[in-house]
């Protein structure tokens, strides 16, 4: 499903659609191996998970499959991090966040909750969405909690839903 590219501005961060030109400010943003430890592009070179991260965003933005942001940090007007609607289901009026990830200098920031505000708000507002996800490895508790932060509703443990780099599969 294709949705159109758009901007999302708010007042500490701006999500830009994912181009070229954000890479080189990613690389440095995304250079510390503890950001990928639970995404499926985690590599030995953080800088290679974030090459991997950038590409497969790119690629599935190309097919349709997902809408890819830049994260901006509006005060330096850097970009900090990456995030994406994935599993977009509009007949459904659903979509996923995910794939989203920051510098570690701005986790727990008003940076990443304005993000998600952001994707939260234009997910409903204007696209009309129904339902919005957020998935997160089963080991992942800090992204956890920050999505208890939103005020979001766990509803269960996917199991076996994919195989990270490190070979886990959460099968409790």
């Known amino acids: ?17 994912l181009s070229e030109q954000h890479l080189a400010s990613l690389l440095r943003h995304g250079a510390e191996t503890e950001i990928w ?21 790119m690629a599935a933005t190309t097919r349709g499959d997902v809408v890819a942001w830049a994260i901006i940090d509006v005060a330096t007007g850097e970009a900090v991090g990456g995030t994406t609607y994935l599993d977009i289901a509009m007949a459904d009026k659903r979509v996923e966040i995910g794939s989203t990830w920051h510098g570690k200098a701005f986790w727990r920031t008003a940076i990443n909750t304005e993000c998600k505000f952001l994707l939260l708000r234009h997910a409903f507002e204007t696209l009309g969405c129904n339902r919005v ?13 920050a ?13 076996a839903q994919m195989v990270m780099p490190d070979g886990w599969c959460a099968i409790p």
């Open 37 to 57: 430890r639970w995404m499926p592009t985690l590599r030995n070179d953080p800088r290679e998970s974030v090459r991997v991260w950038f590409d497969r965003a």
């Open 133 to 145: 996800q957020l998935k997160t490895d089963l080991r992942n508790e800090r992204s956890q909690a």
């Open 1 to 17: 499903m294709n949705l159109p590219p758009v901007t999302l501005t708010g007042r500490h961060a701006r999500l830009e659609p």
């Open 147 to 159: 999505i208890a932060r939103l005020g979001a509703v766990r509803e269960g443990v996917l199991r």
